[in-house]
């Protein structure tokens, strides 16, 4: 699938610091149109989980509908490693991603011969032991109260270090985490592994006659995503300051797959992103104005898989492929976006 | 421990599940196609079932009072045969959406139901609010009765029963009329099963809307047990799903049998560790599934594709 163009050698696209330099600006002007700093700190943690899970939907076909688990996992290791190892940044973050990959590898070694709706059953069930564990070890996680007490310990950088109490600077710390990831996913969607793992959602049946170990694609790249996913579990219960069982229900492992579908994973990498930004920014939109948003949300999604299941970015590449060469105004704005 | 009551109160549990399952698996077996919508379809129709029982009806309020009169047994007849129609109407409207996903990945499926079931879970919220109801049953059902010197819910019987019944209702409808055939085959080549001259669009929408009726059935019986709030849905379309795939897709008495298995196991375990009983079941089904990889008694289907 040749969807990312000349862009796909490079280490840093002009689209990755147009998104990242938009998202850096957002504390300047967020107040002035009647939002606040936390949203842009949702977003950008909601936008690195979705990327993840658009690793499993996305590039490698797999319906992993249960992957709120690992986002859960991740929170909650995040506050337990704090609260009872060692309470730095990093080897938190790093307990976090830890944790989740640990779950994602077991899952992985359980699920990954399995195709269609088998696959995605058998995350849904993974899932509901997960929650169910975490909502009745009340001991360990607090249970339906919730693991509080979390600290937003400061980002050592060993010459510098940064305090993240305050919501702007953790907004500018998840944005770094960010970048980060973005280049690292970029980098791996177009590596050889990238495209093996689109091979693979292609037809699993021929990658695997080419000669290629499916169900070793199959089992990495849900760990690599569920340990992706734990990563922003971890921001999310920094975020929070605690962490609750909630993200883990079936209501929010379908929130990613929402996000990542309107916004067009299936054909874009941008489209988790999009996606994250319009789900969030539309709760607190519609949530404004009705507390049933979701109805609202139910029924744009219903429309998007009905009638344009590549989502906005599927949308906006047939408007480019339509109009881009008449206009050079979108023809630009295509360097931009590449897609 | 005496087990033997935990057994006893595991069978009845199971058929339960089984009830749940049935319209799920109607439609999963002889359309190939995933109705997540089906456990907010279940709570829906107990709600119903509840606005006809209460007399929570935007009428006069001299219709209510006389509908009040009425002995509850007959308003709760009347509920269980109003809710499901009603319920079934709201699927077809459901199915002439997922019409479009036929032929398909049956992931699209799967997504539209699951954003169908979001939609009509907040149509819930919105209408009745986040509050608990409890569906009023008429005495003769209701209550317990003593046996083995031990005290047993009459109404789990009443379910029970119920539950048979409707498992065999279903079986002749796929097994002893044309219908499942037909439409099983047209889940497989739509193209020939039409160049017969059936009207498969027809036969589909009425298959997808019994499959509701049997949800809103289930959601009525169910309702007393578990009690009437929007979470029920989520609460019984996991099972639903988990059975079919524990008994396996396309085998009608392999989904029954797992029906009754996780019963027992969520009953049985549910003696020994009440707080943990939910989790024995996907314990089994990960059992299961690890060593046979299409349940009980699977059969090939599209949707391992």
């Known amino acids: 699938m040749a969807r990312h163009g000349s862009d796909a050698t490079q280490l840093v696209t002009p689209a990755m610091l147009a998104v990242v330099g938009v998202l850096a600006s957002l504390p300047l002007w967020i107040g002035q149109v009647g939002l606040y700093p936390y949203i842009g700190i949702e977003i950008v943690i909601w936008a690195i989980y979705a990327l993840s899970f658009n690793l499993l939907l996305g590039y490698t076909g797999l319906p992993s509908f249960g992957h709120g ?6 929170a ?43 696959y995605a059953f058998m995350t849904i069930a993974f ?39 305050d919501n702007v600077s953790l907004y500018y710390f998840v944005l770094g985490v960010f970048a980060v990831v973005l280049v690292a996913l970029w980098r791996l969607v177009n590596s050889p592994y990238g495209r093996i793992l689109q091979a ?67 054909v874009s990498f941008w489209g988790p992103v999009i996606g994250a930004a319009l789900f969030l920014l539309a709760r607190d939109a519609i949530g404004a104005v009705t507390t049933a948003w979701m109805l609202w949300f139910g029924l744009l999604f219903m429309l998007v898989v009905l009638f344009k299941p590549e989502g906005i970015a599927g949308w906006w590449q047939d408007l480019r492929r339509e109009g881009g060469a008449r206009r050079p105004g979108l023809a630009r704005l295509r360097m931009l976006f590449g897609g | 421990m005496n087990l033997l009551p935990h057994i006893l109160n595991g069978i009845t549990l199971g058929l339960l599940f089984a009830l749940i399952a049935l319209g799920f698996m109607l439609v999963v077996g002889l359309m190939e196609q995933i109705n997540l919508a089906h456990g907010s379809l279940f709570a829906l129709g107990a709600y119903l079932a509840f606005v006809v029982v209460s007399g929570r009806l935007p009428l006069p309020v001299e219709w209510v009072r006389e509908w009040l009169l009425v002995p509850l047994a007959w308003r709760y007849a009347a509920a269980l045969v109003v809710a499901p129609l009603l319920t079934a ?52 059902i209701s209550g317990g009765m003593i046996f083995w010197d031990l005290i047993w819910s009459t109404y789990r019987f009443y379910a029970a029963a119920f539950s048979i019944g409707a498992i065999g209702l279903v079986w002749l409808f796929i097994e002893r009329t044309p219908y499942g055939a037909i439409i099983k085959a047209g889940a497989h080549d739509s193209e020939i099963v039409r160049a017969l001259g059936i009207d498969l669009t027809r036969l589909r929408l009425y298959v997808f809307a019994f499959g509701t009726l049997l949800a809103a059935l289930a959601g ?78 699977g059969k090939k289907s599209l949707l391992e594709a």
């Open chain 2, 220 to 297: 009525i019986i169910v309702a007393p047990i578990w009690g009437i709030r929007p979470h029920m849905g989520v609460d019984a379309v996991v099972p639903a799903f988990l059975i079919i795939v524990l008994g396996g897709v396309g085998s009608f008495w392999g989904a029954v049998a797992a029906g009754i298995l996780v019963g027992l196991v969520v009953g049985v375990s549910g003696a020994y560790a009440s707080e943990w009983s939910l989790l024995s079941m996907y314990i089994l089904l990960i059992a299961v599934v690890t060593f046979r990889a299409r349940g009980l008694s």
């Open chain 1, 76 to 118: 909650y290791a995040f506050g337990l490693f704090q609260q009872n190892v060692l309470p730095g940044l990093w080897p938190c973050l790093a307990a976090a991603a830890g944790a989740a990959a640990l779950a994602g590898l077991v899952v992985a070694a359980f699920i990954s011969h399995r195709r269609g709706i088998y």
């Open chain 1, 127 to 165: 899932g509901q032991v997960f929650w169910v564990v975490a909502i009745k070890s009340h001991a360990i996680t607090g249970g339906e109260d919730g693991l509080l007490r979390i600290q937003r310990a400061p980002a050592d950088f060993g010459i510098v270090s940064f305090d993240l109490r």
């Open chain 1, 200 to 266: 693979v959602k292609q037809n699993e049946t021929r990658a695997a006659f080419v000669g290629y170990n499916v169900w070793l694609y199959k089992f990495s790249v849900f760990a690599l995503s569920a340990a992706l996913s734990g990563l922003a579990g971890g921001l999310f219960a920094m975020a929070q300051t605690s962490a609750f069982p909630d993200v883990m229900s079936l209501h929010y492992s379908g929130y990613v797959v929402m996000m990542t579908l309107i916004g067009g994973g299936i």
């Open chain 2, 89 to 140: 109407l709201a699927g077809m409207v459901l199915e002439l959406c997922v019409r479009r996903t036929y032929g398909k990945d049956p992931l699209y499926g799967l997504l539209l139901t699951f954003g169908a079931a979001m939609v009509i879970e907040e149509l819930i919220r919105l209408v009745w609010g986040t509050r608990d109801y409890v569906l009023p049953v008429p005495p003769s």
């Open chain 1, 69 to 74: 688990a690992y986002f859960g996992i991740g």
